[in-house]
């Protein structure tokens, strides 16, 4: 190998010492044309030189500074023995003298040889020994979850880098690093899994619902003890109620809270808003169907809309004056204004004057037959300007005198006096309002008809 690296020094002089020769034959025309002259004469070429130096014909392997010189060489005596000038389609090898010599074009741009040698005679190779703190990754966890939709994911834990402290050999070559090698590794910090929930709940996925979210009863249904058949009865749940969805023991069963009282229903009995839009809407109508019964408080509203009044009063078939479609928003108003339930305030008026066809209520727009005596009903009574005030008057005297215990705010800041208050029900105001012991009843018949008309 030493002998090698004396061969290639040697090398590199000749080729510095034709490198200088050349450029004094560049900067000398005297001596460039003699010695074209005598290129000519003698046939010899520039790659005959270059040829004589028998270091050339060696089968080692060159340095990349070794060819860069040659090269640079070669461009130069081309440079020389070819001038710009000069034709190319001239015989470089005809043999009679030709006296005239082209014109040499200065290059004007010289090269540093030996500058191009010392740049060239091999890379820089850098290595370091470093210790320093790494990250580790840390590694993600996912596991199935029944009680999820299918597909959707959770985070139950949030994953964290863990350190590692590493002593490493680093190489660089020419600057820029190439390799390392690791020597030492030590965990400072354990990494923390991440944790993902994975659902696999076909049901809550169809429904686009989740645990605790509500659901509605599709048919009415009975709520059991336990996820079987079999087990005991809990509750009747009558058909788009709703219920809060509480556990997910399997894709055929559920746990489910109907105001208060848990108990298991089949999930195909089951629905949601987003299945069946107008569920909601008919959950809210049967949750106000579900209050109603005999002895509901009327010293409340019925929780319907304007719209639901309008539903119930439209076309019914037994207001042949239509004089109850025409003054529904009456009796919404006034159960608004006065806290009343409007829909036993209309069935007391389709009661007391048979549908609006009275005497009473066709002379003097009074449908409830207020300030009659039996002795005298007609005369007795009162006459209203319109069926809206006898509506009103008679709302505001059931809440002032039968429908709240004596000190009640009411309307106006008011109090109720609770003349004739026997408990806020139909009962109680058949006590003190009427002769007849079953008005009561009558009068809830209407109400159920009207409530009814809702579904």
């Avoid at 010899?44 to 392997?61: P, V």
């Avoid at 009275?358 to 069926?387: C, H, R, T, V, W």
Wanted: glycine share 4%; charged share 25%.
């Amino acid at each position: 190998m030493a002998k090698d690296n004396n061969s290639f020094q040697k090398e590199e002089r000749n080729l510095i010492d034709v490198f200088n020769e050349l450029q004094e034959l560049q900067h000398n025309p005297k001596a460039r044309q003699a010695y074209q002259k005598q290129a000519r004469k003698s046939k010899f070429s520039f790659h005959s030189k270059l040829d004589s130096n028998k270091t050339f014909q060696k089968t080692y392997d060159l340095k990349l500074s070794h060819i860069i010189v040659g090269c640079s060489a070669l461009v130069i005596g081309m440079a020389i023995f070819f001038p710009k000038t000069s034709a190319f389609t001239e015989s470089y090898a005809k043999e009679e003298n030709i006296e005239a010599v082209s014109e040499y074009e200065l290059n004007r741009h010289r090269l540093n040889m030996q500058t191009i040698i010392s740049e060239n005679s091999g890379m820089d190779r850098v290595k370091e020994q470093v210790t320093e703190e790494r990250d580790v990754d840390f590694e993600t966890t996912y596991q199935n979850n029944a009680t999820l939709p299918k597909g959707e994911e959770i985070t139950l834990q949030e994953g964290s880098l863990g350190k590692d402290n590493v002593t490493v050999v680093k190489t660089y070559e020419n600057g820029t690093f190439v390799e390392e090698v690791i020597l030492a590794k030590e965990r400072l910090v354990e990494p923390v899994s991440k944790i993902i929930d994975v659902g696999t709940s076909e049901f809550l996925a169809k429904h686009k619902v989740h645990i605790g979210d509500i659901m509605y009863f599709v048919n009415a249904g009975t709520l059991k003890e336990s996820p079987d058949d079999t087990s005991k009865d809990v509750a009747e749940v009558q058909e788009s109620l709703d219920v809060k969805l509480l556990e997910l023991p399997s894709e055929e069963w559920c746990k489910v809270s109907f105001d208060g009282i848990e108990g298991y229903i089949k999930t195909s009995n089951l629905t949601s808003a987003y299945t069946t839009p107008n569920i909601v809407e008919k959950n809210r109508i049967q949750r106000i169907l579900i209050k109603v019964n005999i002895d509901m408080e009327l010293n409340e509203t019925s929780g319907l809309t304007l719209n639901d009044y309008k539903k119930i009063f439209t076309n019914l078939p037994n207001d042949k004056n239509d004089i109850f479609e025409d003054n529904y928003t009456a009796f919404y108003n006034a159960e608004k204004k006065y806290n009343i339930n409007g829909i036993f305030l209309a069935s007391m008026a389709i009661h007391e004057s048979a549908w609006g066809t009275s005497q009473i209520a066709q002379d003097k727009n009074n449908l409830f037959g207020y300030g009659s005596y039996d002795e005298s009903p007609y005369e007795s009574s009162y006459d209203f300007a319109s069926y809206e005030e006898g509506i009103e008057t008679v709302a505001k005297s059931l809440v002032k005198y039968y429908l709240n215990p004596s000190g009640t705010k009411i309307y106006d800041g008011e109090t109720a006096a609770a003349w004739y208050y026997n408990g806020p029900t139909l009962q109680g105001v058949n006590t003190r309002y009427a002769s007849d012991k079953d008005w009561y009843t009558k009068v809830y018949n209407y109400m159920e008809m009207l409530y009814n008309r809702l579904k």
